[in-house]
Structures are given as structure tokens and as C-alpha cells.
């Protein structure tokens, strides 16, 4: 467990970060004052690293994510964004967006890892933000070989030019899955690994990037720790990285579910606190969309957990 939380040229994280994918209406509609009310709970409970991304309700959650902590003093906190995507206007909307947030179709997203890409995505983040700076820059999704290659060959240089001048304190990737985060782990200097949905109770798969993470002197943040809601409450009707869970994953589940009821432990905590236990991971981000979640997420993240569960785990 590591408890140097520090990143980058100075970046300070929390054990938990605040993921603000949930308020930028992912699958479901948030109000604005619930929204707000979740990162003010989040800020009461001592969280003070907060990440968002164009993507997240096209726009959506970085405006209510700067809205929220507007006021609040600048160095008290540090947020995450991430480019790749650029946000264009649509002149004539029609319908809601189609990429899992509900929110009108006002804007198409446009691919784009280049140099100039970066800038602009930065630029446009700042105002929807209306934060002078941005903390750490993320990389958000180069899965295609084209998205990686223009990834490591024309955004990671223009965003560390922007770490060298000071202006963003850290570089990193924020991805779904392992390959491409160890490319650029093993081919640039990057900062951090934002990795979701791949290092849980569940899904081990990351433990070859967080191992060689600790080698590199490379930080990850684990995002994903539920696997799309599963590790809350697993039934037949969960979902799993998105779909439907599959029969021998939702078995694996319940299986974990009753070693936890066997000591006391809600499935949950057990979810929230297994990625703090390797030494490569910073923060462990929380996609809580109301005051009630965050509240819960914090309570399971500082519960007691006996060392027979991490044992039969």
C-alpha cells in the first residue's frame, strides 16, 4: 500500500479520487443540484483529487465539475482531464448522444491525438472548467494501433513540453486495458496509468502493468474497482465491463460475495480497498454520482477488513 500519494512534478492525490464520469449523466439523468451535492460530499469526506474528460457528457461533467469547486482554494486540490477527443458542435441536434450518456447530441466527438489536438482539448476543458490549470493530462483511450502510434508520437510529446514549461504538473494514459498503457510505460516517461475495470477482485489482468509500474517508478490509479456495478450486488441481472454478466463471472462474484458475509465485510469494501494493497496504486477512484454513494464509498474504503478475507480472496 503505498502512502506517498504524490505524482508527477508535485501532483498530490487522495487514497480516493472523485470520478466524474456519473455526473456528466452516464446512463442515467443526474440534476444539477444532485450533482453538486455529490462533489460537496465528496470535499467533506477529505477527498481533494477530482478527474473528468470532454467525453463524460460531452462536456457536461468538467462544467459541473468546475461549477462544484469553484471558490474553493486552487491549491487545495488537483483535477484530472484527458484529450484525445475534441468536442464540435453540432449545427442542427438531433436526439441524445450515443455513447452512454444522456444528454442531448449537441456535440460530436472527433478523434484526435495530434500535437495541435492537445492544445486545443486543453484549451477547451480550461473554459468549461473555468480552472487555470489542469493538474494532470490523460491520454483517454488510444485503443486503435493509429490512435496509439499519433498517441506516443505526437500527444505525449506536446504534453510533455507543456510538463517541462510547468504548465501540467503530470502526464499519463486512462484506459480499459493493458497493452498500449505498457507501451507507453516502457516507450515514454510517462507519470501515471489511469487503468478501469482491470486490476479488481474480479479482473487481475493489470497485475503485469501494476508490477512493472513499481519497476518503471510509473504511479497508477485504478479505476473500475465494481466492474460495472457487479461487486455491489451480483444477481443475474448485473452488468459486467458494460454487458451482461457472464454466467461463470457472476458465479466468481457470489463466490467472493459470501467469503466477505462469512467475515462481516460487505463485498464492496473488499472491492474498494483490494487495489490499495499493491504498492504501485495512488488512488482508487470512486464514479459516485450522489452524496449518498460518495458517503458509502468512504465508509466502505476506511472499514476494517481481517486478513483471513484477503487470505481466502
Same mark, same amino acid.
Given at each position: ?6 505524482? *508527477? +512534478?508535485?501532483?498530490?492525490?487522495? %487514497? ?31 477527498? &481533494? ?12 461533467? %468538467?462544467?459541473?465539475?468546475? =461549477?462544484?469547486?469553484?471558490? +474553493? ?6 483535477? !484530472?482531464?484527458?484529450?484525445? +477527443?475534441? @468536442?464540435? /458542435? $453540432? ?18 466527438? $472527433? ?5 495541435? *489536438? ?11 472548467? *473555468? ?12 485503443? @486503435? ?14 504534453? =510533455?513540453? @507543456? &510538463? ?21 510505460? +516502457? ?13 479488481? @477482485? ?34 443475474? !441481472? !448485473? ?6 454478466? /457472464?454466467?461463470?463471472?457472476?458465479? %466468481? ?11 462481516? $465485510? ?26 449518498? %454513494? ?11 477488513? /481481517?486478513? =483471513? ?5
Amino acid at each position: 500500500m503505498s502512502t506517498d500519494r504524490t505524482i *508527477g +512534478r508535485g501532483v498530490e492525490l487522495t %487514497e480516493l479520487s472523485y470520478g466524474a464520469a456519473g455526473i456528466g449523466n452516464l446512463f442515467t439523468v443526474v440534476g444539477d443540484d444532485e450533482a453538486r451535492a455529490a462533489v460537496d460530499a465528496a470535499w467533506d469526506a477529505g477527498i &481533494r483529487a477530482f478527474d473528468t474528460a470532454p467525453h463524460y457528457g460531452l462536456g457536461l461533467s %468538467e462544467r459541473r465539475l468546475g =461549477a462544484a469547486l469553484r471558490g +474553493r482554494p486552487r491549491e487545495e486540490f488537483v483535477v !484530472s482531464s484527458k484529450v484525445g +477527443r475534441i @468536442l464540435e /458542435p $453540432v449545427a442542427d441536434p438531433v436526439g441524445f448522444d450515443d455513447q452512454g450518456f444522456a444528454v442531448p447530441a449537441a456535440f460530436r466527438r $472527433v478523434w484526435d491525438f495530434s500535437g495541435d *489536438g492537445v492544445r486545443r482539448s486543453i484549451e477547451a476543458s480550461l473554459e468549461r472548467l *473555468g480552472l487555470d490549470r489542469i493538474d494532470t493530462v490523460l491520454i483517454h483511450d488510444p485503443d @486503435l494501433p493509429s490512435h496509439a502510434e499519433q498517441a506516443i508520437g505526437e500527444a505525449f510529446p506536446a504534453l =510533455a513540453k @507543456l &510538463r517541462s514549461e510547468g504548465v501540467i504538473g503530470a502526464i499519463g494514459v486512462g484506459m480499459n486495458q493493458t497493452a498500449i498503457p505498457l507501451r507507453f510505460m +516502457r516507450d515514454t516517461d510517462i507519470d501515471v496509468v489511469l487503468l478501469a475495470g482491470r486490476y479488481t @477482485l474480479l479482473d487481475r489482468s493489470g497485475a503485469e502493468l501494476l508490477d512493472e509500474a513499481v519497476a518503471r517508478g510509473v504511479s497508477v490509479v485504478v479505476g473500475g474497482v465494481f466492474n460495472s456495478g457487479l461487486l455491489v450486488d451480483p444477481k443475474p !441481472s !448485473s452488468t459486467y465491463d458494460y454487458a451482461a454478466v /457472464p454466467p461463470e463471472i457472476l458465479n %466468481e462474484a457470489l463466490r467472493l460475495k459470501g467469503i466477505c458475509e462469512q467475515h462481516g $465485510v460487505p463485498l464492496r469494501a473488499a472491492a474498494l480497498q483490494f487495489p490499495q494493497r499493491h504498492p504501485a496504486v495512488k488512488s482508487v477512484l470512486i464514479g459516485a454520482r450522489s452524496a449518498p %454513494e460518495v458517503l458509502d464509498c468512504v465508509e466502505m474504503a476506511r472499514l476494517p477488513i /481481517p486478513d =483471513a478475507v484477503w487470505a481466502e480472496v
